[in-house]
């Protein structure tokens, strides 16, 4: 029988602590530090005009909320802390998205001063890990943008206040790749630039300056074991910032999250450590500690990073309803609705879902009240059915391809099940060469086209997860008039990626949607497949 397993690999107090100090900058350390004089501002206009004055337009921000762990759960009033900068007079900064995101509240503190000032985010990008927020008060001095060419080679100082300490400091180092991959588990940009400059957790969302105290990019990421740091590019970065500015949030829909992965690879998504009030999230119901698996029918953060989330929102505008499902951890949930649209809601049960008022299965039939377990030959596949499905044969089948098939097929008659439509029964096979016929949904693709369903209406096509395999089910009523058929292609969560799952099932009555519910709870891969 299957078991629930582990979905992800424990996510440890300390890895959360770390994410919100600095969620993506890995300790760094070692590196020269720039002598940091007191601050010097040019002109009557505020603006720095020297490396001197980068300081007094720097800032350290903490951000103070609730934040879940899917293994510890709630930890409230967690306070993180990371860096920004001020580019206007009035008290516009800029900081990372995950320095601020889902965060209660926002003390900032400018240029190394004791007392905090209070601040409100004006708009966040979850993709390009960007935010822009409003200090209380005006007349700051603020920093201008690099207007030359960002070139490998140039001299960079990165600005900021790393480890939550309230020092000031100035890291010196070049620019070692202008045009570097931007794609990684907490954000999406199409390039970032590379730089050598020794940064720590904390330093997220401080600037990259010139020798002239001028922004080159906004530092978000850091590797100790590299020795590298990375900083969204000033040519990437503003054209964000300048629509965050207006208080647009861009391609976000409220979340402070970063993909997961499980240890083999095969379970993945954004988990959500905390969701803005009042954003699409936390309308349709995201909850901290959620895993978004799909966005539009799209599974997201197979790759490890964000790419295919951030697509699916940079496809759409903000306020397009999109379907989206997540994983509950912490009640195994998995539960599915919309964006600007259908709230979440638990996913069905078979029982209760499959077939309409209209169905051939209103008839309620004799429920079953004993089940047993059936193999295969090999002793490789497993699953429960009626005791009165009596008849059963576990004969291997070849595939497509030359693939071979354990297979479990069990019926009160088998002949009668796969000649007519009056007996239920069910088909069960597994193969270890997915190559050899292809993923889940071409699977399901090809069966649409067996003759033996034009006998049938197609209900629709739903989404299939049980927590130990995913995949996707075909629901056909009005077979022959008498009968439901159900088609599922399903993948193990945890397991080798080469296998494929195959379950057919002929449901003539009530009682036959108990056993199906009673079958697709139960098969399972219990041996070596041949």
Partial sequence: MKTRRPLLAPLSLAALSLLLASLACGPTGGGTVAPTPEPQTGGGSGAVSSLDGVKSATIQIEAQGTFIDPEFGMIANAAGRGSGFII???????????????????????????????????????????????????????????????????????????????????????????????????????????????????????????????????????????RQAWAISRDEALPVIERLQDGRDVDSIGVNGEVVMSEDGSLYGVWVAAVTSGSPADEAGVRGGDIITSLEGLYVGSDG?????????????????????????????????????????????????????????????????????????????????????????????????????????????????????????????????KEKVGGHIQMLEVTRSYPFLSACTLDDRYDYNDGVYRGAFDYYTRCGGTADYLILAAVPIQANSDVLVFVQIQIVSQADLDAAQRILDTFNIVGSLP
């Fill in 305 to 433: 990073t964000m790419a295919d989330y951030c697509d699916v929102l940079r496809s759409h505008d903000a306020s397009d309803t999109l379907a989206i499902e997540v994983l509950r951890y912490s009640s195994g949930e998995v539960l599915a609705g919309q964006l600007n649209g259908r709230p979440l809601e638990t996913a069905a049960t078979f029982a209760t879902d499959l077939g309409g008022d209209d169905a051939a299965t209103s008839d309620q039939g004799q429920a079953y009240t004993e089940y047993v377990a059936v193999q295969d030959d090999y002793g490789a596949i497993q699953m429960e059915v009626p005791t009165s499905w009596a008849e059963v044969d576990g004969a291997p089948e070849e595939g497509p391809n030359g693939s071979v098939f354990s297979s479990i097929w069990a019926a009160p008659n088998l002949q009668e099940f796969i000649n007519t439509w009056g007996v239920p029964g069910v088909k069960f096979q597994v193969t270890g060469e």
């Fill in 88 to 226: 206007d007079p009035s008290g516009i900064a800029v900081t990372n998205n995950h320095v601020v995101a889902g965060s209660a509240l926002l003390r900032v503190y400018v240029g190394g001063e004791d007392e905090a000032k209070n601040a409100t985010i004006l708009g966040v990008s979850e993709c390009s890990d960007l935010a822009v927020i409003d200090l209380e008060g005006d007349g700051y001095p603020y920093l201008d943008w690099f207007d030359g060419d960002i070139d490998t080679g140039l001299p960079i100082y990165a600005a900021g206040f790393p480890l939550g300490d309230p020092e000031y400091t100035l890291l010196e180092g070049i620019v070692a790749k202008a045009r570097a991959g931007g794609e990684t588990r907490w954000a999406s940009d199409d390039y970032v630039i590379e730089h050598t400059a020794d940064t720590n957790p904390g330093n997220s969302g401080g600037p990259i300056v010139t020798e002239d105290g001028q922004i080159v990019g906004v530092h978000y990421a850091g590797n100790a074991q590299t």
